[in-house]
């Protein structure tokens, strides 16, 4: 279709076969090309960019982009990967070979199961992105009306179709631990002798084994308030405002004594003889990522295997039937759907965790060719944030009557939000500008501001009263920063950090 969107366009590009595309596969030195709509591109550039990460953009490599989005429909959501792939135009794909595309993406259509036709049904109100994968945030104005936001309306935050799992296969669901990292020698086990190494736990074990335990932790979606960045300069990804949070009641195990039951007895000693430093966890949607032993096994890190949110059974949209929390953590770190743990040496492979999309790269950055990717820490603990999600008139400004304001007039503004920090470090002060920083004024704290020092998993309400300055189009213009108890700051200004 691109094809004959733009004949007159590509009318001076020279026309390649399948085969010729599949031969620059990357392989060799080669260069990596794909096609897509009888539009063939040159990627190779691109690779290292891929907001997917370069493991993903690659099983697509000298072949049609087609059946790879199909599954991978985030895609659609925007026109961002078609505007970034209109400067990689090397030319078209012959008509005879696209035809073949379309009709194996007709195949695919008529005889293969949707992956997505078993999504639960969502909230309406919910501010949908992207529907496959699903990818929603709360709404601001919601965000703050419940302290435990309630299980419709927690954020989602997908990468593939929701697990459908039949009764039969919930009722032999087994979480499987795995410590082969502790066998004798240096070569990876397989089969009978990887399965020595390996202990399972069904959902009654979980259940009925193991001291219940409960957390209340705030998650949050690393790509958070992206979409404010766009004024800025355009980003890649998913464009959420401020609803990418959402804070809930998690009730489960503790991986801790999971592991410890599974055969992990000192976690310093298996660092010491075994080289052990970090826990992956695996899910049934693919999906990897992995955390430090350190915060798993501390006593006060409160890290859990959930079965239930707020009182009632997981739902699918959250990690059904078990979901990792890691408290303080990046949200991709509280793995959905998990169904296998491993220790290991390294940590997780994929995009998830040593992916462009989970490192922080400087600002002067926009090309990620031109730094070491796998060279860059993941994201663990997440820095401070806080955002306004309510406000109010309270009075009239002096001199004018009632609905009557003049550029520079000062009104009284009631507002209120919430304020959260990574690594379970505690709010402690809130402060709010009406007039572009000149002065602040510190908000009450309100719900969560009482969490034991160290373990503030959860976010904090506040609420102010604050004196702003009328602006010419007669808005005001509000902003917040929070403090945390390490006595970071929030900057007063996003110039310098994109």
Known sequence: ELVDEHDDEMEGYPVYTSKQVAENDGTDGKPIWMSYGGVVYDVTNFISNHPGGTEKIMMAAGSSIEPFWHTYRQHFASDLPIRLMEHMVIGRLVEKDQVLVDAQMEAIYETSDDPFDHEPVRHKAL?????????AETPAHL???????????????????????????????ALEIDLSSFAPGEEELFGKEKQKYIKKYTLEDLKTKFPQTHVVATLQCSGNRRADFNQFQRTSGTGWGQGAISNAKWTGVRLSDLL??????????AEKEHGVRHVRMHALDDMSASVGIEKVMNPYGDCIIAYEM????????HGYPLRVIIPGYAGIRNVKWVNRIELSKEEAEGPWQRGLNYKILPPSITDANEVDIEAMPSVMEPSLFSGIT???????SEGSTAGEYQPGDKVTMTVSGWA???????????????????TWTSAELKEGKGQRFGKAWAWTFWEAQ??????????????????????NVQPESSDHVW
């Not at 604050?466 to 006595?487: C, E």
């Open 420 to 438: 959260w920090a990574g690594g379970g470090r505690n709010i402690v002060r809130v402060d709010v500008t009406g007039d572009n920083g000149l």
């Open 310 to 317: 707020n009182d009632q059974l997981l739902p699918r949209d």
């Open 127 to 135: 501010r949908v992105h992207s529907e496959h994968s699903m990818n």
């Open 260 to 269: 410890k039951d599974a055969g992990l007895d000192d976690p310093m000693q």
């Open 143 to 173: 965000l703050t009306n419940h302290y435990l936001t309630p299980n419709s309306l927690f954020y989602i935050r997908h990468h593939h179709p929701v697990p459908f799992l039949t009764t039969e296969q919930v009722q032999n669901f």
């Open 466 to 487: 604050v004196p702003a300055v009328v602006l010419k189009d007669g808005t005001v213009d509000l902003a917040s920063k929070a403090i945390d108890n390490a006595f």
């Open 390 to 396: 309510n406000l109010r008139l309270e009075d009239e």
